[in-house]
């Protein structure tokens, strides 16, 4: 089934709406008060190289930063669909984006982990697209009365 955009954006504001503490109080601020930008990567996977997709994304964890990434984080296909995974990467930037990738293609362990899907297998494909916070509608905390 092909993703359109509508489902694509209601599919992002579903998972995001779904980890409330995605990003927490520690987290990459804009430099100079700039808005940040967020690169949302959607991959199809192999279902059944589910841990292969986590060591991955796991890998990811130490190579982003390096590479000049905030990285948000990687998700795997909880209930529902079982062959879509995320990963979310902050950037001040489309320019700090574009460093970043430089550097990435030249970092050995991203070398590596990028080899090791490609003989692997288990990203099917991949989807990025950069989105940006609407001011006053991300991290804002329940607000359950009681008893309910």
């Given at each position: 089934m092909q993703t359109t955009r509508r489902r694509f954006v209601a599919g992002t504001l579903a998972l995001l709406g779904a980890i409330p503490n995605l990003v927490m109080a520690n987290r990459p601020k804009p430099s100079?008060?700039?808005?940040?930008?967020?690169?949302?990567?959607?991959?199809?996977?192999?279902p059944f190289q589910r841990e292969a997709f986590a060591r991955?994304?796991?890998?990811?964890?130490?190579?982003?930063?390096?590479?000049?990434?905030?990285?948000?984080?990687?998700?795997?296909?909880?209930?529902?669909?079982?062959?879509?995974?995320?990963?979310?990467?902050?950037?001040?930037s489309l320019a700090s984006y574009e460093a970043y990738k430089r550097r990435l293609h030249v970092d050995p362990a991203a070398r590596a982990n990028f080899a090791a899907a490609a003989s692997q297998r288990f990203v099917l494909r991949e989807e990025r697209n950069f989105v940006q916070v609407v001011e006053g509608t991300f991290e804002l905390p329940a607000q359950l009365k009681p008893g309910t």
């Open positions: 100079r008060g700039k808005p940040m930008i967020t690169c949302v990567i959607r991959y199809q996977i192999d991955y994304a796991a890998n990811w964890g130490e190579i982003i930063p390096r590479c000049g990434g905030h990285l948000i984080g990687y998700f795997l296909p909880h209930e529902g669909t079982n062959d879509v995974g995320w990963g979310l990467i902050a950037f001040d």
